[in-house]
Nanobody, 126 residues
Framework: VQLQAYGGGLVQAGDSLRLSCAAS????????VGWFRQAPGKEREFVAA????????YYGDSVKGRFTISRDNAKNTMYLQMDNLKPEDTAVYYC????????????????????WGQGTLVTVSS
C-alpha cells in the first residue's frame, strides 16, 4: 500500500487542523494504521493508532484528549483531527500502515509499521 499525507500548515496555538492520509491499493482495510510525528532533532514519536475497522483507538499521552484518529475504509483514507494545538505539536506528521499488528488497535512502535507516507509539516505558532 502507498500512503500520502496532506493537510499540514501553519496555525496558531489553540487552533484546529485535520490531517488526511490517502492510501492506494485494494487492501487498506486489512491494515491497522497510525500517525507519528517527528520534531527537528528528536526521534519519531507515536501519536495515535486505530484498528482495521476504526473501532479501537490508542493515543500517545501528549495528545490524548486533543487529537482524534479515524478512518474511512470506503475512501481508503485515514484522518487525524487535531484540536487545541500547542507549539510543542510542531513537527512533520507521518501516516503509517501495519500489516501484522501486535494488538487489535495496532502498535505504538515505529518498527512495527510496514508502510509510511511522506509526511506533512504542521507548525503551531504561539
Amino acid at each position: 500500500v502507498q500512503l500520502q499525507a496532506y493537510g499540514g500548515g501553519l496555525v496558531q496555538a489553540g487552533d484546529s487542523l485535520r490531517l488526511s492520509c490517502a492510501a492506494s491499493g485494494r487492501h487498506f482495510r486489512t491494515y491497522t494504521v497510525g500517525w507519528f510525528r517527528q520534531a527537528p532533532g528528536k526521534e519519531r514519536e507515536f501519536v495515535a493508532a486505530t484498528s482495521r475497522s476504526g473501532g479501537s483507538t490508542y493515543y500517545g499521552d501528549s495528545v490524548k484528549g486533543r487529537f482524534t484518529i479515524s478512518r474511512d475504509n470506503a475512501k481508503n483514507t485515514m484522518y487525524l483531527q487535531m484540536d487545541n494545538l500547542k507549539p510543542e505539536d510542531t513537527a512533520v506528521y507521518y501516516c503509517a500502515a501495519d500489516a501484522v499488528p501486535p494488538y487489535a488497535w495496532g502498535s505504538a512502535h515505529v518498527r512495527n509499521y510496514d508502510y509510511w507516507g511522506q509526511g506533512t509539516l504542521v507548525t503551531v505558532s504561539s
